[in-house]
């Protein structure tokens, strides 16, 4: 087994997603719980969860788009910011608006597994020109592991409420708002000493655009995700498809053909090329092209699949701490335990998977464990009691949701570093905008008396998901394995 290559600025990176995580895991844990005793309705609880998936789904595309263009550090800033304001406005007063818009602002409760919100299309590309391709998903999910494990320990926190009530429940929830601001503003300051321009990952003269392996040869040559037609091969962790930058010598010097990225016309860096080649050069601008739509294929493709996974999580996993205390009547200290010992096994299920990929294959290893868990979701209603339906739902969380690193290795390497950002978000916005509307649902029909409808319909759409995954994306396993 190679040796993991991670350098200090993805270390940093990893580190803040593991702090960030520790007030993400207690929000999961106490958001909702403390809304109620705020006399919130369920549907209520639910429209506002909705309006925050629904603006941050607006920041999305914004923010992968622009941090391409504009660095990934200031928008990372921008949500800790954020995130320190809604924290401390929450800590204040229990005045509905303002509850909303802190809400809304900061993601609470959405257990994000550390990830910056609407902003973490940004974190993800940025972390990903730090890594080697060839490692990417087997890093993504060391990464997504530390962001559970961190939720596992704020989970715990967040049953701070129940063991020490206040006089009312601001009283006795504003600790665990404060802790969220404090591990924030630590997570600015680390960003604060990072240099954005440091750290890349070093990738081979000869080989495509942002990591990409060789350009396979001969009209059978692997391709992206095992879609025919894209002219490059994909690599171990998912890597991007890319057209091989042309080389041309004459004599001893060297040029290199590249597109521009502001107006794709082709450039060469080391001066004009000889005429006899300049068909050649002129070639790079149609192959610029092809890799681009077909970049452009594949994220629409896993934009559509995810959106039908994106709405079955929408409609249980920000409510299932709700869930448990309206089905099984538990505190929230009950409910904060069952959570951490189910993020910290999801944070070695996302370690297993890793390797997992590295054996079977990123898609394949994504479509199992998604059978798995949908089957155990299924049971779940079924459970007489408390301690029973921990355990399902401990196990069916770990399954599940240890996959979330080799997704990310997927959607982070459809396109090269320079529309990376894009990909990222596209990726998330898929998730997040229909995500967005489960809440809402989900806590209609809580309020109407159907605790177990939602999550029937979340198991039957992962069934159906996972089917659609592996028929759209089996191929890229196969690509990966002879990319290598």
């Given at each position: 087994?190679?040796k993991?290559?991670?350098k200090?600025?993805?270390?940093r990176?990893v580190l803040i997603?593991?702090l960030?995580s520790l007030g993400?895991?207690?929000m999961?844990?106490?958001?909702?719980?403390y809304?109620?005793a705020?006399?919130?309705?369920?549907a209520?609880?639910?429209?506002?969860?909705?309006?925050?998936?629904?603006a941050?789904?607006a920041?999305i595309?914004?923010?992968g788009?622009?941090s391409?263009r504009?660095?990934?550090k200031?928008f990372?800033l921008?949500?800790e910011f954020?995130t320190i304001?809604a924290a401390?406005?929450?800590?204040?007063?229990?005045?509905?608006l303002?509850?909303v818009?802190?809400i809304?602002v900061?993601?609470?409760?959405?257990g994000?597994s550390?990830?910056?919100?609407?902003?973490?299309?940004?974190?993800q590309a940025?972390?990903?020109?730090?890594i080697?391709?060839a490692?990417?998903?087997l890093i993504?999910?060391l990464?997504?592991?530390?962001?559970?494990?961190?939720?596992?320990?704020g989970?715990v926190?967040g049953?701070i409420?129940a063991?020490?009530?206040g006089?009312d429940?601001l009283?006795?929830?504003?600790?665990?708002?404060?802790m969220?601001?404090v591990?924030s503003?630590?997570?600015?300051?680390?960003?604060?000493g990072m240099?954005?321009?440091s750290?890349?990952?070093p990738?081979?003269a000869?080989r495509a655009?942002?990591g990409a392996v060789p350009?396979?040869a001969?009209?059978?040559?692997?391709?992206?995700?095992g879609?025919?037609?894209t002219?490059a091969?994909?690599?171990?962790a998912?890597?991007?498809a890319?057209a091989?930058v042309?080389?041309?010598?004459?004599?001893?010097?060297e040029f290199?053909?590249?597109a521009?990225?502001?107006?794709?016309?082709v450039l060469v860096?080391?001066?004009a090329a000889?005429?006899?080649e300049?068909?050649?050069?002129?070639?790079?601008?149609?192959?610029e092209?092809?890799?681009?739509?077909?970049e452009?294929a594949?994220m629409?493709?896993?934009?559509l699949v995810?959106?039908l996974n994106?709405?079955?999580?929408?409609?249980?996993?920000p409510?299932?701490?709700?869930?448990f205390?309206?089905?099984?009547?538990?505190?929230?200290?009950?409910?904060?335990?069952?959570?951490?010992?189910?993020?910290?096994l999801?944070?070695?299920?996302?370690?297993?998977?890793?390797?997992l990929a590295?054996?079977?294959?990123?898609?394949?290893?994504v479509t199992?464990?998604r059978?798995?868990?949908s089957?155990l979701?299924?049971?779940?209603?079924?459970?007489?009691?408390?301690?029973?339906a921990?355990?399902?739902?401990?196990?069916?969380n770990?399954?599940?949701r240890?996959?979330?690193?080799n997704?990310?290795?997927l959607s982070a390497?459809?396109?090269?570093?320079?529309?990376?950002?894009?990909?990222?978000s596209i990726?998330?916005?898929s998730?997040r905008l229909?995500?967005s509307?489960g809440p809402?649902?989900?806590g209609y029909?809580f309020?109407?008396g159907?605790l177990?409808?939602?999550?029937y319909?979340?198991?039957?759409l992962?069934?159906v998901n996972?089917?659609?995954f592996?028929v759209v994306?089996g191929?890229y396993?196969?690509?990966?394995k002879?990319?290598?």
């Amino acid at each position: 087994m190679a040796k993991i290559e991670l350098k200090s600025a993805a270390k940093r990176l990893v580190l803040i997603r593991g702090l960030r995580s520790l007030g993400q895991g207690a929000m999961v844990v106490d958001l909702t719980l403390y809304l109620k005793a705020l006399n919130w309705s369920g549907a209520a609880i639910g429209g506002v969860t909705s309006a925050a998936g629904l603006a941050g789904a607006a920041l999305i595309l914004m923010v992968g788009i622009l941090s391409d263009r504009k660095g990934r550090k200031p928008f990372l800033l921008i949500y800790e910011f954020l995130t320190i304001t809604a924290a401390v406005a929450a800590s204040i007063t229990t005045h509905a608006l303002v509850l909303v818009l802190a809400i809304v602002v900061a993601g609470f409760g959405r257990g994000q597994s550390g990830a910056a919100g609407p902003f973490s299309p940004a974190e993800q590309a940025w972390l990903a020109r730090l890594i080697n391709p060839a490692q990417r998903g087997l890093i993504f999910s060391l990464n997504n592991a530390v962001g559970f494990i961190g939720m596992a320990v704020g989970a715990v926190i967040g049953g701070i409420p129940a063991l020490f009530p206040g006089k009312d429940p601001l009283t006795a929830y504003r600790p665990v708002f404060l802790m969220v601001g404090v591990v924030s503003v630590i997570c600015m300051l680390i960003l604060l000493g990072m240099r954005e321009d440091s750290g890349d990952f070093p990738v081979p003269a000869d080989r495509a655009v942002s990591g990409a392996v060789p350009a396979a040869a001969g009209p059978g040559a692997a391709t992206i995700a095992g879609i025919p037609g894209t002219g490059a091969a994909a690599g171990a962790a998912g890597v991007a498809a890319a057209a091989r930058v042309p080389r041309i010598r004459e004599g001893e010097r060297e040029f290199k053909a590249e597109a521009d990225r502001s107006n794709e016309k082709v450039l060469v860096t080391a001066g004009a090329a000889p005429p006899e080649e300049a068909e050649e050069v002129i070639g790079v601008g149609e192959r610029e092209k092809a890799v681009r739509k077909q970049e452009n294929a594949s994220m629409l493709k896993l934009a559509l699949v995810n959106a039908l996974n994106g709405l079955a999580i929408g409609l249980t996993g920000p409510m299932m701490a709700y869930w448990f205390n309206i089905r099984y009547g538990v505190s929230p200290a009950a409910i904060g335990m069952t959570l951490s010992v189910g993020y910290l096994l999801t944070g070695i299920s996302s370690v297993m998977n890793g390797f997992l990929a590295q054996r079977v294959g990123v898609v394949k290893s994504v479509t199992w464990m998604r059978v798995l868990g949908s089957i155990l979701m299924l049971t779940l209603p079924w459970m007489p009691n408390f301690a029973l339906a921990s355990v399902i739902f401990v196990i069916r969380n770990a399954i599940n949701r240890g996959t979330t690193g080799n997704r990310f290795a997927l959607s982070a390497s459809l396109t090269r570093d320079r529309r990376r950002g894009l990909a990222t978000s596209i990726n998330a916005l898929s998730m997040r905008l229909p995500s967005s509307i489960g809440p809402g649902i989900t806590g209609y029909l809580f309020d109407m008396g159907f605790l177990s409808l939602p999550l029937y319909l979340t198991a039957t759409l992962q069934l159906v998901n996972a089917a659609i995954f592996q028929v759209v994306f089996g191929r890229y396993d196969k690509a990966a394995k002879q990319a290598l």
